[in-house]
């Protein structure tokens, strides 16, 4: 056989969607894949349901249906304070990561350097590599999970062309302050560089803590790239519905990587989603209600456990401490996979081993999520009750 690419050899399959087939395989109750349990609106279904019989089922514009851009243009404009022009200004794609992949391939050449904040959601270290571009990572120091401006400064000081910045941050929860995306900001302008966001959470961001788009700051616009889906505010994960908002210039170039890695998102699904993004503002209030409300049952579910946490300020991620557990006769030398494995196994419950979202060496983290109905997490918390037995 002919030799294969060697940016192949560089990164793993999804450590996430392992998890989740391995779940499936004992099943266990799947808190590592973030996908919510519960059903879309009823709203988008119904409409759904309308439009299986009469269409449009045949390719949309390629970078997206008319009436669903502008629906985007409309909502996001709002979060933006400012006019999105929707045949310029957006591309739809399919789902958050080619959105993120689709901005990579579009402003990186082989040889650059990226900025990532690490702890990550791990598509974006191969998303630098695909493009490639080499990633320069950026610790966030656990548990409050901050970070050292200079850096992030020595990093586009080496030339870095952009920076990602995943706000609320998956896996761990963070919502970078607005002085903070300031602070980097600045630093973007300075060396002529973008930042590219990741705000598929940016609903679920709880008090005191609020969400600021990097596009909305004073003089940002032009430098920056937004990456957001549907997938967690509609809860239709399935669906691969994403989109990419930025500078014309950028969308025009942006638009023609789409083209040529997928075509076109699904028209039917923009279609039923359509009505999605013209909800009122009373849905997201609503959304976030029903969010914050899962955040404190589960926290408090795991606090009378006994599990060692952090309190995200964003997401439905958690990340737990294992590390009583690691020090345990029985899984010296055991690695985090190895202990999520035997989670799933033993326990009942599936995570993501926390070593698959550090650049660092960190083997004492695992990730849940808490996108479940009520007597699911009870179900889950009563699983993972079994492992205070182990320190007994």
């Known amino acids: 056989m002919p030799k294969l690419s060697d940016r192949v050899h560089t990164f793993t399959d999804s450590v996430i969607r392992r998890m989740t087939r391995i779940s499936d395989e004992h099943g266990a109750l799947n808190l590592s894949q973030g996908f919510p349990d519960f059903d879309p609106p009823r709203e988008i279904l119904d409409t759904l349901a309308k439009v299986a019989y009469e269409g449009p089922h045949q390719y949309p514009i390629t970078f997206g249906a008319e009436n669903f851009r502008q629906a985007l243009a409309e909502k996001q404009g709002r979060a933006f304070g400012r006019t999105i022009d929707p045949e310029t200004e957006i591309v739809v794609t399919c789902g958050g990561t080619e959105a993120m992949m689709c901005a990579m391939m579009t402003i990186c050449n082989p040889g650059d350097k990226v900025l990532v904040f690490s702890p990550f959601y791990e598509n974006y270290g191969a998303d630098a590599i695909l493009s490639g571009a080499t990633p320069i990572y950026i610790p966030l120091v656990p548990p409050t999970y901050e970070f050292d401006l200079s850096l992030i400064e020595d990093g586009f000081k080496q030339g870095a062309k952009a920076i990602i910045v995943c706000n ?56 920056t790239i937004t990456c957001n889906s549907l997938s967690k505010t509609y809860s239709i994960t399935g669906w691969r519905l994403g989109y990419l908002i930025g500078p014309a210039e950028v969308i025009e170039n942006a638009k023609k990587v789409h083209d040529f890695l997928t075509v076109g998102a699904a028209s039917p699904l923009q279609e039923a989603a359509t009505v999605g993004l ?81 650049k660092e060496e960190v083997n004492h983290l695992i990730r849940l999520h808490f996108a479940r109905e009520k007597s699911t997490l009870d179900e889950a918390l009563s699983r993972l009750s079994k492992l205070q037995e182990l320190l007994k």
């Open 168 to 223: 609320p941050s998956n896996p761990c929860g963070k919502v970078f302050t607005r002085e903070e995306l300031m602070a980097i900001g600045e630093l973007a302008l300075k060396y002529d560089a973008f930042v590219v966001t990741d705000e598929v959470y940016e609903h679920m961001v709880y008090a005191p803590n609020k969400h600021t788009c990097v596009a909305s700051l004073p003089g940002m616009y032009n430098n």
């Open 278 to 358: 013209k909800f009122p503002q009373s849905y997201y209030d609503q959304l976030l209600e029903t969010y914050t409300e899962k955040r404190n049952y589960f926290l408090a579910g795991l606090d009378k456990i006994g599990l060692k946490h952090n309190v995200p300020q964003g997401t439905y991620f958690v990340m737990i401490d294992i590390q009583d557990f690691l020090d345990l006769p029985q899984f010296q030398g055991w690695t985090d996979l190895e202990f999520c494995e035997w989670m799933i196994i033993n326990i009942g419950v599936a995570a993501v081993p926390g070593s698959s979202f550090f």
